[in-house]
């Protein structure tokens, strides 16, 4: 095992005082309710402009009132997270879905297999819709959305579904690529 | 084939009289700039927080001065959204392509195999490494940095290749999702 | 960009007096109908047996008269080739789908996603069946051509899509191989 | 989320006093160590004469003596049953993992993505390794033994990798198969 | 070709007479009832606990009475054996399949496409479970098991099928991994 | 196992009589040295056209003087069609390159692994080159020449190996397609 305290992001990260005052003031706002800042935060602003673009795509498919529940939404980062193999989101995401769903397990056993998790079978047939979006959009059809709708999906929460796969597949790749680190922070929350 | 006048998007486009004040605003600039509306700029509008925070997105990585050239960010794309088959960003970001690149021919070999493309070893190494975020970016690391700074890529320049391929990749499984058809205009734009 | 004219194939191209007779006057009667050469016809003159074997297996499959029209034929051709990321084949064969097609868009969408392309439903299973003797066709059974029998395809039809789909299997390696340069002449061809 | 207790395995598990007095021993030997049954041991138990062969195979590999640490032994187990989805596996032997490891954050990090996680050059060779056995073992060669060499590992402890990385192969298939489910109890150990 | 006899395995094999007395007494059988000692006995050998914990677990699936045929496990493992192109077992239980199925071809139909072999619907079921559980596993359910039960197996037969595979899998991994070379005997066996 | 006269191919085989009179002339021809008629001549006399050009093909790459021996074509037609999972190919030329090769183990060796294979190291360049060319044409370079010159391997002999490969690609794709069925004499042949 290594003994230096490991980089954030293989890129720099600005001082919080050297940041553009909308971002400073967003993450002082995320640290006060969580405690710590989520290291994304600090990958991202290396480049404001993209943080700010992230942060507003993020907050439009993750914080939307109605539709899919808040558990939900992190159950298919989670999942899309996992085939994608992003260290980053799988954790950090994990700790989130297990504090939404009030459930200590359903991330890990989402993480390793969503298949076996416990989940209905229409949070199943969501996570299947939203692996097919990750590794085969190019096939994804009408069928596929009849099928949501078998299950009682309507047509602007099966967009929902679509548009956080691909997000968090955009973001699980810029993670992979900063080799962004998750705080130790989220390893242990929502554990008991 | 078909007969009836296709859909642009699975989804309902909303009228222009219809749509928030900035968003029509934007789709009426680019109207006047291209001489047609893109139908990517309609898809989105039906969802005007993602529309904003896409072209947000779209605009930091694209507009964006120095660094990688016009044309070279617009061969990420094709090489990219071609791998994702995604229909309507390989004919609409391959008439871009032509255009910025003053070539005819690039758009179509690109999106055949970029391997055979008129491109330069510097070019060739870079969309090497696009298509490895796209396709496997969990193995990304620092040796895929290294190859590129070998080509005369900066670390700056090497985030905007990594960020270009995730966006796009988001950007494809959207389109793909919701059928996004690609405008008439777009395919014989820059042939000659 | 590169600038010197680039090379038609990895390997000598004979001059049009050393050919033997009949295989210059197949290359003069094609100059003479189109006006210049594919290159194909060069780059396979270097093996004058394997010119012929394959001329005329190609006159087999895409000249017989009845059944598949001849514009469902280079739909095949063209879906195949963009599995396969043949570039000599996705371009010349684009340029004769469509004018065979008389459709200046069919060739770039069936390249990009044929899912998505301006098809009937029963051409739309003509290709899922193409590739998939593209791809598994380890796989193909009796099932398979019950289902094209679904959409009106007779027995000899169905043999006519998967030898097309073979014989441009080989094609493609052949062109990858030798690194089978597209003529101009191609890319603009039909696309008005 | 589902309310019923979910089930162990798709197959009946015997009752402990119908059980063959070695299997009913060891079984509450593991007891009295951990706490609690591991749902591995009654799944087997469904099948004596494997179950013997399953431990006594499990045995051999694990816990010998010398060679590879015994947190390097569940690292192997770990990577490998990440990539094989097998959710039993992944959370059962992540907690040993990280009590053997001392280490409450390596196995999550090996979970998600075993290229960043903090592991040692050597250790990140040795998963190198186990993945190949598992994913490509028709490849594997003289040069994947020289390149572990150049860590420092003996022959015998290459041996040791590869026949971890392929008994768990097999472990997996058959957790996946009887949808063994992982005890609660592994979830939260070793994470303080 | 080579001309040396080439090894057994890459690691070394120890002499008869150093051998273990169990280990020499199963290998004793099994040289006086097949006239030769296979190989998979001596590359073992190097390793007596991992050589019992097979050889138990072997017994337990392939000796066991009832449900399966001989011949129909025998078929499991070269349809299994060649998907993870294990020369040894492919060529050792080709044998052994001719001889249990009294059938000279069956082991090399088998082996190249077993959707084209001479066996029976029942038998295609069997073997298509077999290479889901060798190819993906992790997400095989019960369905598959419905469609087994439908063809007229037992739940202890459809756990034979995946456990026979599963086993293979890892003796296909070992057999790669030593480049255990099969027994110039086998080859002939069967045949007439 | 099935009871009747298995078919040779889906489609009809034309009586000998009724075939045209160089096909019949060219079977006879190969009945007589051979002492069978090969299932493939019967399958392809389907199509006259097709049939001739099949021939022609497979003369000028199979039968050609010079290059590379026969036993290395047919060890290229074995290892290709391994891959391409074709039951007819790799019985009936497994059959031949035992006699070419005048060696008894060799098909069943290159059929399950080549890389295990009692080949010389130019063989396995050779074998995995066509293979290359087999599973990823569209990445096939200049380099991979330069590796085949490194063992002695001129430019000729380089397009046999690759067009070689891309024929029985097509070979294998249309055997699979009509199911053709060995000929029960191939299995045994060259085995003594």
Same mark, same amino acid.
């Given at each position: 095992m290594t003994d230096a305290a490991p980089p954030i992001s293989r890129y720099p990260v600005p001082a919080l005082e050297a940041m553009?005052?909308? %971002?400073r003031a967003r993450i002082l706002k995320v640290q006060e309710k969580s405690g710590f800042i989520p290291n994304v935060f600090l990958m991202l602003a290396y480049r404001p402009d993209e943080f700010r673009a992230f942060m507003a795509y993020h907050d439009a498919l993750m914080d939307k009132e109605g539709?899919?529940?808040k558990a939900e939404r992190e159950m298919i980062v989670v999942a899309v997270s996992a085939a994608n193999q992003c260290q980053y989101c799988v954790v950090a995401h994990g700790a989130i879905l297990r504090i939404r769903a009030r459930n200590p397990l359903i991330a890990d056993q989402v993480t390793a297999n969503y298949r076996k998790a416990d %989940?209905?079978?229409r949070q199943r047939a969501m996570l299947d819709f939203a692996l097919k979006v990750t590794r085969q959009a190019e096939a994804v059809d009408e069928a596929d959305s009849a099928a949501l709708r078998g299950h009682g999906f309507g047509e602007d929460e099966i967009?929902? %579904?679509a548009a956080i796969a691909a997000f968090f597949g955009m973001s699980n790749r810029l993670a992979n690529f900063t080799s962004l680190r998750p705080n130790d922070?989220?390893?242990g929350m929502g554990r008991s």
């Open positions: 553009p005052e909308d %971002i539709g899919l529940s %989940i209905t079978p967009w929902d %579904i922070e989220f390893y």
